[in-house]
């Protein structure tokens, strides 16, 4: 089995699409068998940590670390946590950050491969007119109910981020569910918004502003993804 882009996608059509408004979908992206073993991979068999944002740092702790917490503690992280989020600020999810070396299951680790394959590569730098993408960081998230991210763009100077992709993995996720990839205007007005559509692969310009809205607790699934940055900086 390899992962790679589906034979219906055309790449020459997905530049134009992406031109106008630097981001696009690709619907259907891989073989739909493909991208259902991995979503079941992922969902049974990927070690997750719970990423945050408190006062201002980045945190991450494992599920075993949160939960070993007397719950009056984790009641009040939790209030912190969403104290920040009030003001915009922060975010709350599950993460299993990949890079070359780092064990992961052995199809997640094909997905790493694929999306750093010189053919990857090279469609990337046609549609988005980077010529200078040499490799693609990345991450797998799992967002449950009361998850979130919230607004921001993706720029970042060391790691010479280009564009920002999301290859989403939840089978049927309901829209009215959030977890949605919000965009906004560079003043903060929303514009649209799109669903995690399994199978699909979204890109953007990482100026771009957006947010991943708050998962209800009504969700029946967890929003899963691999998610990065295609960049002009080596892994
Ligand atoms: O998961 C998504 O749809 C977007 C994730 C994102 O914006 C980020 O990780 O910076
Ligand atoms: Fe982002």
């Known amino acids: 089995m390899t ?10 059509n997905v530049a134009k699409q992406y031109k106008s408004d630097k981001r696009t979908r690709i619907l ?8 259902a073993k991995l979503a079941v991979d992922i969902h049974d068999n990927v070690p997750f940590e719970t990423a945050y944002v408190l006062d201002g740092e980045y945190k991450s702790s494992t599920y075993e670390e949160l939960h070993k917490l007397p ?28 890079s070359p070396d780092k064990d992961s299951t052995s ?15 090279d469609a990337i730098k046609k549609i988005s007119g980077f010529d200078d993408i040499v490799a693609a960081s990345a991450q797998v998230t799992r ?32 829209p ?31 100026n771009h502003v ?9 969700a029946r699934k967890p929003r899963l993804s691999i998610t990065g940055w295609f960049r002009a900086k080596p892994l």
């Open 28 to 35: 259907e992206v891989l073989d739909d068998e493909i991208a």
């Open 143 to 174: 967002y449950y109910p009361g998850n979130f991210l919230t607004r921001h763009n993706d720029v970042h100077d060391t790691e010479q981020r280009r564009v920002a992709y999301v290859l989403n993995l939840t089978p049927e996720w309901h």
């Open 210 to 218: 957006h947010a991943v809205t708050y998962v209800a607790p009504y």
């Open 71 to 98: 719950q009056e503690q984790l009641n009040n992280l939790m209030h912190r946590i969403y104290g920040e989020a009030s003001k915009g600020i922060g975010f709350y999810y599950g993460r299993h950050v990949l």
């Open 3 to 12: 992962i790679q882009f589906n034979s219906s996608v055309n790449i020459a």
């Open 176 to 206: 009215d569910w959030g977890g949605l990839l919000q965009f906004y205007q560079q003043d903060g007005t929303p514009r649209d918004a799109w669903a995690p559509t399994f199978n699909s692969l979204t890109l953007f310009d990482v």
């Open 107 to 121: 199809l997640v680790k094909q997905a790493f491969e694929f999306l750093n394959a010189p053919s990857t590569l």
